[in-house]
């Protein structure tokens, strides 16, 4: 069996966040706090659900123990 296959694309090293700010055009780094920005949104919104759905079994089953 062929572990190392010799025509698959070379794996890429992570570019620390620090290297990537600083290489990184206004407008992309605009373009990045943009996106960031969303992702917390969804964040946040994902958390406002899961209080909801808590709150909604604890009224029915009792809250949990601490």
């Known amino acids: ?9 070379a794996a890429k090293k992570a ?5 990537q ?3 990184a ?3 992309e780094l605009e373009v990045r706090i943009q996106k960031l920005k969303a992702e917390i949104a969804q964040c946040e919104e ?3 659900k899961k209080r909801a759905q ?3 079994a604890d009224s029915v089953f009792g809250s949990r123990p601490s």
């Open 15 to 19: 570019v620390p966040l620090e290297q």
């Open 25 to 27: 055009s206004i407008d």
């Open 54 to 56: 808590r709150a909604a």
């Open 46 to 48: 994902a958390i406002v």
């Open 21 to 23: 700010l600083e290489i």
């Open 1 to 9: 069996m062929i572990e190392d296959d010799p025509f698959a694309p």
